[in-house]
């Protein structure tokens, strides 16, 4: 069994900070990147950022330079600190995880909900 505990979403006022952290226990074997997507409702499910084990980073354009991906030293925490937040960036934030080799393993959280609005 394979659990990721997501934490850190909340209502915040435009303009300000939230972290979110997400952790992978359980039989995971060689994690290879893990990653935060975002969906809100009536929508598909969207990469915001993504990081691998060797620590290369991916971001969507429209968080460059306002959030950061990080993972702690023993690679089964990922975090998402989210600055400078926007309306827009109100969504359902999801935890995924991709494990596995030669046989490729992708688990998700149930999501942790931000809300952005004054």
């Known amino acids: 069994q394979v659990q990721l505990e997501e934490s850190g979403g909340g209502l915040v006022q435009p303009g300000g900070s939230l972290r979110l952290s997400c952790v992978a226990s359980g039989s995971i074997f060689s994690i290879n990147a893990m990653a935060w997507y975002r969906q809100s409702p009536g929508e598909q499910r969207v990469l915001v950022a993504h990081?691998?084990?060797?620590?290369?980073?991916v971001y969507a354009d429209s968080v460059k330079g306002r959030f950061t991906i990080s993972r702690d030293n023993a690679g089964n925490t990922v975090s998402l600190q989210m600055n400078s937040l926007k309306v827009e960036n109100t969504a359902v934030y999801h935890c995924?995880?991709?494990?596995?080799?030669?046989?490729?393993?992708?688990?998700w959280g149930q999501g942790t909900q931000v809300t952005v609005s004054s």
């Open positions: 995924k995880v991709i494990a596995g080799w030669p046989k490729i393993y992708t688990y």
């Open positions: 990081i691998t084990s060797g620590g290369t980073t």
